[in-house]
């Protein structure tokens, strides 16, 4: 009888507990898109109406061809392209030379295996300020400031990257590769053929923190890069701050239009990114 009478109270407890539940995550959800909604609702308004008080989300009369301005008052379009053959160059080789040390240090096995890579991954306790300059003194000798090479090399090589394939790899079964060895194949004809179209959700996953580490970047290209036409995006967005004013929609409409590629890429590969971070680290080392 009594837990009869509990029931109702359960069931209402329980109702409690799972709206608020939602209430907090729509809370997060909303806290988290309205930046964006500001920015895309900024891009679309007069330099004064973006200071209007009490602020609007909606523009009184919208401002497309803010969209179109941003092309004529600045080269938005070669700095577009710029970012476009920056990031993928860059993920690409990232990808690749990180599947490359994830795949020696999870599948092939050689004295001092372990050691090397804690020494690999007590790089990523450097400080990035530590590094910028020497990497500036070593691009300077190479002759490749002011290039896209200069811009590239250096983000092509990182521990993360690496670390985080060879946790995924090794959750692969090692009958594998032993019934590849036996059928004669070489190390890279098995990192190639066997191993690289199977870890597609883990480089689905780096390949977009890779582009969106590479797309973001400013603080290193704003110091190799000396010249307008070779700016990426990212450096470029600051030519709209001033010394005494800022076009706030032209540089919201900017803003907008670089976080496109961003969006289409995490769609794209959503399926995949999902997978590859539930999958990752659950064998261990």
């Given amino acids: 009888m009594s837990a009869r009478v509990k029931d109702p109270y359960q069931r209402v407890s329980q ?57 004529k008052v600045v080269p938005y379009g070669r700095w577009f392209l710029n970012s476009v053959i920056i990031a993928v160059t860059q993920t690409v080789l990232y990808l690749f030379v990180a599947s490359l040390a994830g795949f020696t240090f999870a599948r092939m096995r050689f004295p001092g295996r372990e050691a090397i890579f804690t020494l690999y991954l007590a790089t990523l306790m450097v400080p990035g300020q530590v590094t910028l300059i020497p990497k500036f003194l070593l691009m300077k000798q190479l002759h490749l400031i002011n290039t896209y090479a200069a811009v590239i090399l250096p983000g092509i090589f990182n521990a993360y990257g690496v670390f985080l394939l060879r ?16 059928d004669g194949a070489s190390y890279f004809r098995i990192y190639w053929n066997i191993i690289l179209p199977l870890a597609g959700p883990a480089l689905a996953t780096l390949g977009l923190f890779g582009f969106m580490g590479a797309w973001n970047d400013f603080l290193w ?48 590969a959503q399926k995949y990114f999902v997978q590859g971070i539930a999958l990752t680290g659950l064998k261990e080392g």
């Fill in 221 to 268: 290209p704003l110091i190799v890069i000396n010249s307008d036409h070779m700016k990426p995006l990212s450096v470029g967005l600051a030519s709209f701050h001033g010394l005494y004013e800022t076009n706030w929609p032209y540089l919201m409409a900017a803003s907008t239009v670089a976080l496109v590629p961003i969006i289409l890429i995490f769609t794209a």
């Fill in 167 to 182: 946790q995924f790899l090794m959750t692969l079964p090692d009958s594998l590769e032993e019934a590849a060895i036996l």
């Fill in 15 to 71: 109702a409690l507990n799972r709206t608020l539940l939602h209430l907090i995550l729509v809370g997060g959800a909303v806290t988290m898109v309205m930046p964006f909604v500001w920015m895309l609702s900024s891009s679309l308004k007069t330099n004064l109406e973006v200071f209007h008080i009490p602020p609007t989300f909606i523009p009184t009369v919208p401002q497309w061809h803010n969209y179109v301005d941003i092309f």
